[in-house]
């Protein structure tokens, strides 16, 4: 008998879009958009707060361009580089995490579900941390130039963060009740 004999009359299981299945994937896809761009116009936008948090932390230091970084110091790739993977290798990951997930979300891919659920439940939670940190850390240093308000970035995070946290709940719920995307199963 041959290893390759197998049951050839085995159908496939396929599933089928819901009620849910577009809502989330459209949840999904704008999340991942407006991250990519937060991520990509944050050195752009929030170069007064480095200024700033420069100016507490490390007096003397350059100051931030209008173009969102500081100069890297002259010399080779070797100088150059970590001053380059510092600025942008955060909105480069992020950038690339959110390609995936978009592109997963369009080819509803049933791994990527989980995967993503786990994605949104991390990030969710870190922005949450971080907003905490903010609230408790920023009041107890003297008020930035443009008041005694949170860093700028602080409200984003908490609107991603927020965000990311209900669309976990809604990826556990669809989950539970139909399936990966929302998608019940059809023999």
């Known amino acids: 008998m041959s290893a390759t004999t197998g049951n ?23 999340l991942a958009a407006g991250q990519i761009l937060y991520s990509v116009s944050y050195p752009y936008w929030v170069a007064s707060a480095w200024n700033w948090w420069g100016s507490i932390v490390s007096s003397g230091s350059p100051q931030v361009h209008w173009w969102g970084w500081p100069l890297p110091p002259p010399g080779s790739l070797h100088d150059v580089l970590p001053a380059l993977l510092d600025t942008f290798g955060g909105p480069v990951l992020t950038v690339a995490i959110a390609v ?22 991390l990030y ?13 850390l920023f009041p107890a240093l003297p008020p930035p130039p443009w008041g005694p ?30 399936g990966p995307w929302g998608m019940r199963k059809v023999a």
């Not at 969710?124 to 408790?136: H, K, M, P």
């Not at 700028?152 to 989950?175: M, Q, R, W």
């Open 8 to 30: 050839v009359n085995a159908t496939r299981t396929v599933r089928t879009p819901t009620s849910w299945t577009r809502p989330l994937q459209i949840a999904v896809i704008a």
């Open 100 to 121: 995936a997930m978009i592109v997963a979300a369009i080819g509803r891919w049933s791994w990527a579900f989980l995967a993503i659920g786990v994605l949104l439940a």
């Open 124 to 136: 969710g939670l870190f922005r949450a941390y971080n907003l905490l940190v903010n609230v408790i």
């Open 149 to 178: 308000v949170l860093m700028p970035d602080v409200g984003f995070e908490a609107v991603f963060g927020l965000a990311a946290l209900v669309l976990v709940l809604f990826v556990i719920v669809a989950l539970a009740t139909r």
